[in-house]
């Protein structure tokens, strides 16, 4: 029988089409439970990496209702570190950051060694996750005990922008005309 990380995975191994890489990233607090990068090579195409946090669901948090929250990352790179951010910020601030779309987290350092990015803006993923729920439930179970976790997705930003959002808002932001796909990029703001 499966559980429910089984499940997470064969979930995304058929949206993405693809086989997941999995690496363990330590938590704030060991006693949080694990945080995993679930992370895709080559999706949704050749030259990109995609991943995807387990672990955040795990946690609850008042503005999510019954269902948890993972996060997800795409961008332009050949860099699989890049897969593995969202899952560090994870492993930091769960538990203390609810994790809404809109919402900008910082680092002080960058996130790849590459890139001076060192923020994520959060908004709908990039890898198409149908309703945006998915739903891990383990045998029948009635709809109220579904088991249904929403994906949001991380997007890397640099400090100036993040910045920006703080001081003009997320929508003034991300209605500027930059490729949030690019690591590589040159600030907008």
């Known amino acids: 029988m499966l559980d429910r990380f089984d499940r997470y995975c064969e979930l995304l191994d058929s949206l993405t089409g693809a086989t997941a890489v999995i ?5 704030r607090v ?10 895709y090579i080559g999706v949704p195409e050749p030259g990109y ?3 995807f946090t387990y672990g955040l669901s795990l946690s609850s948090h008042p503005d999510w209702g019954t269902r948890g929250r993972e996060l997800s990352i ?23 950051c609810p994790f809404d779309s809109g919402q900008v987290l910082g680092y002080m350092e960058p996130y790849v060694g ?3 990015m060192n923020s994520i ?3 709908g993923p990039a890898v198409d996750c149908g309703s945006g729920l998915l739903d891990l439930s383990l045998g029948d179970v009635d709809t109220k005990g579904r088991d ?10 640099y400090s100036s922008e993040r910045d920006f959002v703080y001081s003009r808002g997320f929508d003034a932001f991300w209605s500027l005309g930059w490729d949030r796909f690019d690591p590589a990029r040159t600030p907008v703001a």
Not at 31 to 37: A, K, L, T
Not at 148 to 157: D, M, Q, R
């Open 121 to 123: 803006v959060l908004a």
């Open 30 to 39: 060991a006693g949080d439970g694990p945080v995993r990068s679930v992370s």
């Open 148 to 157: 249904l976790v929403e994906i949001v997705g991380a997007y890397p930003i």
């Open 49 to 51: 990496v995609t991943g």
């Open 74 to 96: 795409t961008v332009h790179s050949d860099d699989v570190e890049w897969s593995r951010v969202p899952a560090r910020v994870v492993a930091a601030l769960r538990g203390i």
């Open 114 to 116: 590459s890139s001076a």
């Open 23 to 27: 690496s363990d990233v330590e938590p």
